[in-house]
Each structure stands twice: as C-alpha cells, then as structure tokens.
DNA sequence: TCCTTATGTACAA
DNA sequence: TGTACCTAAGGAC
C-alpha cells in the first residue's frame, strides 16, 4: 500500500526499532548481498523519507574504500508490490523472496518486492531529492514550486498530481480522493486551476496524509458523510479506509448518488463523480474521452 | 490451480 | 504508448 504517508510511517517505525545502535543486515533472496556485506553490523543513524523514497542511513566509517566512502544510505522505492513487514525476534526463517532483513535484540524487518532496494552515497541522495517535488509530508516544504508548474501546464490535472516532480508522495488514492474533495474536475487543465484552489489542495493533502502517516491507512470522508452518519454500509474493502471515488466505480456517490465512473489515464485507473466534480472549463476531454462505465 | 489485479516507475520506440 | 519489473491476495474454476 504505498503511498507517501506509507513511506513516511515506515521511516518511523525503522527508527523507533532500530535506530542508534548495531543492525544485522542481510539478503536471503540474494539480490541485495554484496551491499549487505558491506552493512552487517553498522549503525542505523538515521532515516529519512521523501514522496514515495524511503532511505536508511548507516555509520560510514571503514566502507570499502575502493567501491564505497560512506557514510551510505540503503535507497528503498516499493513500486506497486513492494511490502516491509516487522516482527519481534527471533526472526523466523526467512522466504526467498525477502531482499532485505534488518534484525537487532528486538526486531527484525523483511523487504519484499521492491522496485529499488539499493545501497547509494550521499551525493546520490541528494540527486534524488532534486528530482523530486514538494513532498506535503516533509517539514519546511510549501507548494509553491509545484504552483509554478501546474499553473503553466497543459497536462490535466490528474496527471500533474500523479507526477512526482511535480508533488512527491501522491498516488492513485490520494489524486482521486484530493480532487473529489475539492470538487475539481480531474481532466481540467493544470493553467485552469486556481491559486486559490491549488493552496486549498496541498493543505488538505498536508492534513490527509499525516493522518495517513499516524492510522496506516487512507481515510478522506469527512465526518458527515462516514457511513455511521449517512446509515449507509460500511466499507468491506482489501485497502481499509473510508474513500469516496476510489475503485467505487458504478457505486452511487455518497454525495450526490451519481454512479461514480472510471477510465484509463496513462495506465492507471482514474475515478471521479461526474456530477459533484464538475468542471469549469476543459470539459471536452472528460465528455468525449474514453471513460468507461 | 490459474487468472486478474494492485496505493509505481523507468525505459524504448 | 507499450512493456518490463517486482510479489501476493482474491476470485473464478
């Protein structure tokens, strides 16, 4: 499930177990080996998160002088699959699926399916920042350098907020359900958007996603409108939280009872209320386009 | 047991 | 725009 605020949490949660002293570190599926070698035993200093970039600092001294003079950084993206699961040692034998395992006193945690896994210096981390966007879960950051994008684009705005140059940390559920929220038409072009409309989005994406950071999960129903309040079902889902468009497709809006509709946009699926995110202008790409329902 | 799907990204053409 | 990559869960048989 990663999204920004899973990448964010996950920071956390390797601080709180490991951070400050001596990590066992290894790769039993064996992809991640030489640069495990190179770890074992370190010291976790320090974590850090960025949009969906997860990064693992350890003690540098005595790297390989000849491939690595650290200090280093383990570079983790989940992709699409990518899990991380904790325990409580003793750790059981691990599978050969997990690329990499951290184990202390305490804990142990398995990584699986990643896209990146990757021991990388500090120069490379910071080329991967300057990469990225505005990440609405990071302290000190405003959106302003993403304003200046979007509101010189003629890409869509569902295509802007999924860019991670643009914003870092937004995916699939947080670009429907931020653009509901907002009643925004997710075809409108990123020139069309508001300032003030803009400012509204990247504070209610600062607020959603620390929730988001401290539940686990995505939740975006404001209160009048869980089902407790309405007297409607609640959601029986794989992914948990209350949403109001993501994969609802056909399912009446809990606003305005319109089937909720969903289509391609480059390789995703997209969801949004035709009705409650009407938009104000660009309207023909989503009347015309090939939204299926 | 097989098939589909998934909260992602990079690269080729 | 298409395709490759990484894994696991759920549903259809």
Same mark, same amino acid.
């Given at each position: 499930m990663p999204e920004g605020h899973t990448i964010h949490r996950l920071a956390a949660d390797h601080h709180e177990r490991f951070a400050g002293g001596p990590v066992r570190v290894s790769s039993p599926q064996g992809k991640f080996s030489d640069s495990a070698a190179l770890l074992d035993g370190r010291t976790l200093t320090g974590v850090d998160a960025h949009g969906k970039h997860l990064f693992l600092g350890f003690d540098g001294h005595d790297f390989d002088r000849h491939?690595?003079?650290?200090?280093?950084?383990?570079? +983790?993206?989940? &992709? %699409?699959? &990518? /899990?991380?699961?904790?325990?409580?040692t003793p750790a059981p034998p691990p599978t050969d699926t997990v690329r990499l395992r951290l184990v202390n006193d305490a804990h142990y945690a398995d %990584?699986?399916?990643?896209?990146?896994?990757?021991? +990388?210096?500090?120069?490379? /981390? $910071?080329? #991967?920042?300057?990469?990225?966007?505005? @990440?609405?879960? $990071?302290?000190?950051? @405003?959106?302003?350098?993403a304003w200046q994008r979007i509101s010189r684009s003629r890409v869509t705005v569902a295509a802007l907020l999924m =860019?991670? /140059? *643009?914003?870092a940390g937004i995916g699939n559920v947080y670009r429907a359900e931020v653009l509901f929220r907002h009643g925004i038409d997710p075809y409108r072009l990123g020139k069309d958007l508001t300032r003030q409309e803009w400012d509204a989005i990247w504070s209610d994406l600062g607020e959603l996603m620390r929730e988001g950071v401290?539940?686990?999960? #995505? =939740?975006? *129903?404001?209160?009048?409108?869980l089902p407790e309040a309405? &007297?409607?079902?609640?959601? *029986? =889902? =794989?992914? &948990?939280?209350? *949403?109001?468009?993501y994969r609802r497709a056909r399912q009446a809006c809990h606003i305005c009872g319109?089937? +909720? $509709?969903?289509?391609d946009l480059a390789a995703r699926n997209l969801f949004w209320c035709p009705v409650c995110q009407k938009g104000t202008s660009s309207r023909a790409a989503a009347a015309?386009?090939?939204?299926? @329902?």
């Open positions: 491939s690595f003079d650290g200090p280093g950084w383990v570079h +983790i993206h989940l &992709g %699409l699959f &990518g /899990k991380l699961g904790f325990g409580t %990584l699986r399916g990643p896209t990146t896994c990757a021991l +990388i210096t500090e120069p490379e /981390k $910071r080329a #991967i920042h300057d990469r990225l966007g505005p @990440d609405p879960l $990071r302290t000190g950051e @405003d959106g302003e350098r =860019d991670q /140059k *643009v914003v401290r539940n686990n999960r #995505i =939740d975006t *129903v404001r209160p009048e409108h309405m &007297g409607r079902p609640p959601r *029986v =889902d =794989d992914h &948990g939280g209350e *949403v109001y468009v319109t089937g +909720i $509709r969903t289509a015309s386009g090939p939204s299926r @329902d």
